[in-house]
Nanobody, 116 residues
């Protein structure tokens, strides 16, 4: 079992910044991928960014140049630095963990609201 605890969501003005954190605990395999997904009201959940322990990184085109994913493998924690936030970034952001064997775990989500 892997538990994921997200933090850092909240209300922010357009153009502002926010930093999300996701701490994983439990039976963590040394080789894994962690990432962030988001789901806006009335829309499907979509990948925002992901990063493997091997260093492979992926970003959605809509966030490239604005968001940065990083991880601290020693702490089993991933971060999402969000800059130049737009109203369309408003969504519930979910942390995801995938082990080397393909087992998936999801966090409960944290709400990010970008509004003036």
């Amino acid at each position: 079992q892997v538990q994921l605890v997200e933090s850092g969501g909240g209300l922010v003005q357009p153009g502002g910044s926010l930093r999300l954190s996701c701490a994983a605990s439990g039976s963590i395999f040394s080789a894994n991928t962690m990432g962030w997904y988001r789901q806006a009201p009335g829309k499907q959940r979509e990948l925002v960014a992901s990063k493997s322990t091997g260093g492979n990184t992926n970003y959605a085109d809509s966030v490239k140049g604005r968001f940065t994913i990083s991880r601290d493998n020693a702490k089993n924690t991933v971060y999402l630095q969000m800059n130049s936030l737009k109203p369309e970034d408003t969504a519930v952001y979910y942390c995801k963990y995938v082990s080397y064997y393909g087992t998936e775990y999801w966090g409960k989500g944290t709400l990010v609201t970008v509004s003036s």
